[in-house]
């Protein structure tokens, strides 16, 4: 507390900058500005001298980008008293909070021992390299995180859909390599801001970075030219708009099998061979199906060696019980996984109990094109889908249920989406609850999105996909020679300045 009143006024406009630039990140993340992420980068770089001020940016970019959190509340409908509801509801988006607040801090006072000791010399040259070695440590923790138990949205999400000529560069340096982009950005807005009295300085710092601007949009706008594929089939999207907590009342349970009857009809009907309902439509103690008329991919659940897991199920024509599955990898903490601590709390915050997760490899081969397959929010890890590409998967699907949660999180969650096909050049289909439903193309443009919160169905023209992109080859690869040849770079000025 001190510290904080004995503050100087560079340190207050630091703490003010952090602030305003968190709040800003995090209305960007929500999809609501997203092209001024680089200027909330900028009061990142800004604010870095402080780990204390990158803790606040962080903090409050999360709180603001994950606000759809509180949504949770009310949770008594699975046995939460009411007035636990919000106080747990509450604590989630806190400690979502704390923890980005945590890592962005950390990542500010390892550029600050890095700073110290190498930079003696405040030029130009060494700035550049030191803020490109930063910056990809940042792009890399990214992926990492995104391999997590944890919903990442990173910064480079923000540029779909309103960038997607520069995302097109995802093809080469994916989704880990666009996020180091995007702080460099910021970093060059920073610049200009430092050398704001030095006209001459400013001009080259500005041509320099609006000619790299330009390039890279020029490169991302070439590799997002795609070839047109001759192979598609018609796929029916179901988007069966059952809240949540509406989902496990008898009434609902007994309507069940009869709507998907009713939906494997009316999508035969419309000229579909395939038909893709969200996470969760099938319970794994719910009745039998009538046999299916179209082959038929369904979110559910089912018991394995006598544990849950939530699955994409594959019912081939004629079929009353599925052939094939892909389980769900990647459990919600808390919503579907709790450490189980002499059996107390296992079941978790959810509805259908505990679950267990099934093999880490995306890809499903069935009675059709193989595909990455993802339940929720797999869909933020880049490298699981794209290993899945790599093994044979020529389109990507993504199956979820977002309700009860706002229109903010499906925003988010149709950026990250486009980014994944972008980076695999795959055809991409996501089927939610109560939405986003929609056809991704293999260069990110969303061709059809359904209306949220309705009950619908669409039919789309779904293109198969052999082509490799250079990040389905490399992966992060490319990143990381950055960032040796950054770190040693800085290594020798450090040694010889």
């Not at 510290?3 to 900058?17: G, H, L, N, V, Y």
């Not at 944890?150 to 997607?164: A, H, K, N, Q, V």
């Not at 893709?276 to 319970?283: A, K, N, R, W």
């Not at 059709?368 to 093994?391: H, L, M, R, W």
């Amino acid at each position: 507390m001190n510290e904080i009143k004995d503050m100087s006024p560079k340190q207050s406009r630091t703490f003010i900058q952090a602030i305003l630039g968190g709040s800003l990140a995090g209305l960007c993340l929500s999809g609501s500005l997203p092209l001024l992420m680089p200027f909330a980068t900028a009061c990142l770089w800004s604010a870095s001298d402080l780990a204390w001020a990158s803790f606040c940016w962080g903090g409050i970019a999360v709180l603001v980008s994950h606000r759809w959190l509180l949504f949770l509340h009310p949770i008594s409908w699975i046995g939460i008293p009411n007035y636990l509801s919000l106080p747990i509801t509450i604590s989630i988006w806190l400690a979502c909070g704390l923890f980005g607040a945590i890592l962005v801090a950390t990542w500010s006072a390892f550029g600050n021992i890095f700073r110290s000791n190498l930079f003696k010399n405040p030029f130009l040259k060494n700035k550049i390299i030191f803020g490109v070695f930063l910056s990809v440590i940042w792009g890399l923790g990214e992926n990492l995180l995104a391999e997590g138990p944890l919903f990442w949205i990173g910064i480079e999400e923000t540029l779909l859909p309103s960038d997607r000529i520069l995302a097109g560069l995802a093809r080469w340096i994916g989704s880990g390599g666009l996020a180091s982009l995007e702080l460099l950005i910021g970093w060059w807005i920073w610049q200009i801001y430092i050398y704001a009295k030095d006209s001459k300085r400013v001009l080259k710092i500005f041509i320099f970075g609006m000619i790299t601007f330009i390039i890279c949009h020029a490169i991302g706008f070439i590799l997002l030219i795609d070839n047109p594929n001759v192979e598609s089939t018609k796929v029916a999207l179901w988007q069966t708009n059952i809240p949540i907590r509406d989902k496990f009342n008898k009434n609902q349970l007994e309507l069940l099998p009869e709507k998907v009857n009713n939906a494997l009809i009316q999508s035969k009907n419309l000229g579909a061979s395939l038909l893709i309902s969200p996470e969760g439509t099938l319970l794994a103690n719910s009745s039998k199906l009538p046999p299916s008329p179209i082959k038929f991919l369904s979110g559910g659940f089912r018991f394995l060696d006598g544990s849950q897991k939530s699955s994409i199920l594959f019912f081939d024509v004629g079929d009353e019980n599925y052939t094939s599955a892909l389980d769900k990898s990647r459990l919600v903490p808390l919503g579907e996984w709790i450490p189980n601590f002499n059996n107390i709390l296992k079941a978790g915050l959810s509805g259908v109990g505990g679950l267990s997760p099934g093999q880490s490899s995306r890809l499903f081969n069935w009675d059709g094109p193989s595909f990455a397959g993802t339940i929720c929010y797999e869909i933020s890890n880049g490298k699981a889908i794209k290993d899945a590409v790599s093994q044979g998967a020529k389109w990507i699907l993504s199956i979820a249920n977002l309700d009860p949660y706002p229109e903010i999180l499906q925003k988010q969650f149709l950026s990250i989406a486009q980014l994944r096909s972008i980076e695999t050049s795959r055809d991409l289909i996501t089927v939610a609850n109560t939405g986003p439903t929609s056809l991704i193309k293999s260069s990110g443009i969303i061709q059809e999105l359904l209306p949220p919160f309705e009950d619908l169905i669409k039919v789309v023209d779904l293109e198969i996909n052999h082509k490799r992109t250079v990040y389905s080859y490399l992966g992060q690869i490319p990143l990381v020679v950055v960032l040796l040849i950054s770190f040693f770079r800085c290594l020798h000025i450090s040694i010889y300045q």
